[in-house]
């Protein structure tokens, strides 16, 4: 990949977001500048992303914490903007261990923020999550629903980081905060994908791996909620969708003007509820095949039923999904086989 003008930071790189996001960037003409520690991700995603572009991966192995290693990839690389995606992400981790995930998250936050500084770089898309809602009053949530107590120190932890963004627009910034629903999917090349560490959290990673016989079954975590069919009900966007987001909001925040500093928020999400059920029969349609799971008990935390109001972002990028839940299906399942060697 070419160093141009256009070198955006892209912390969290080898992850699964980040991973798409980059490909993303490239695609569009930019220069995606990675970073990752490699603590929840894996070389993998980075040996993908050549397959896709043609072009070799611009890597640096640090930690997002670390300043002089934030200084000397900004002295080397000439960064425009900073995409910020490195963070833990499990739930029920961050209930175990809250303080590892507020120095974190918070802390690489800040140390970002520093060193962008220190280099005159303003421009700042934040991986937030429709967790800073709590359990909304109003389905579909839109950006003005306040912030309830978060669920978990993970939520808190992305409540907070807006805040921090928020306030640090006197001192210059520009931010683009975008709130994720569900993202799920792989690339449809087949070469990136979801790589959880241990044993999936994650409902569609944990359906994958069943269905590679990796687990034995899936279980749902209850069938007695208050829904049409009594399982949860989330907004599942497809993982390139998410990345495609991220270059619009780049391109949105350059297109306010460089004399402005503002802080936005924006939900990213289909639109569209589906439980935790219907997804597992779409599962199962679209790539014909029976997947064994039997319904368990509630997961503490979970909210019941979540799914957003994208047309803040659909107005003000012009961003649409372009990908429906049976194609983030296929290649879900598409990815799992190729890293499980089925194919
Ligand atoms: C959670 C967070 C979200 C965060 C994401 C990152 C909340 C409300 N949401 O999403 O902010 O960005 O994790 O990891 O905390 N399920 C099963 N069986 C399983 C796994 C999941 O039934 O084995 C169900 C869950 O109960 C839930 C749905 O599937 O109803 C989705 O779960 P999951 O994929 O873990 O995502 P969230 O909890 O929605």
Redesign the pocket.
Known sequence: MGQGQNSILVTGGAGFIGSHTAVELFESGYHPVIVDNLSTSDRLLLEGLPKITGEKVDFFEGDCTDREFLRSVFSQRNITAVMHFAAF???GESVEFPIRYFRNNIDSLIALLEVMKEFGVRDFIFSS????Y??PEKIPVNESAPFLKA??P??AT?QIGEQILEASVRSGYRVVSLR?????GAHPTGHIGELPVGV????????TQTAAGLRKS?????NDYDTADG????DFIHVVDVARAHVKALEYLWSIGPESNSFEAFNLGTGVGVS?LE?IKSFETSNKLSLSYSI?S??P???IK?YADPSRIMKAMGWKPDFSLEEAMVHAWNWQKKISGLT
């Not at 994720?180 to 799920?184: E, Q």
């Not at 999936?200 to 359906?207: D, K, R, S, T, W």
């Not at 899936?218 to 209850?222: I, S, Y």
């Not at 399982?231 to 989330?234: D, E, L, V």
């Open positions: 992400k499990s739930v999550s429709c967790t800073v709590g359990q669920e978990s993970y939520g992305k994720y629903f569900n993202p799920v999936p959290n994650n409902l569609v990673p944990y359906i899936l279980t749902v975590f209850g399982s949860c009900i989330r935790v997804l368990g509630r997961r935390g979970d909210v979540v």
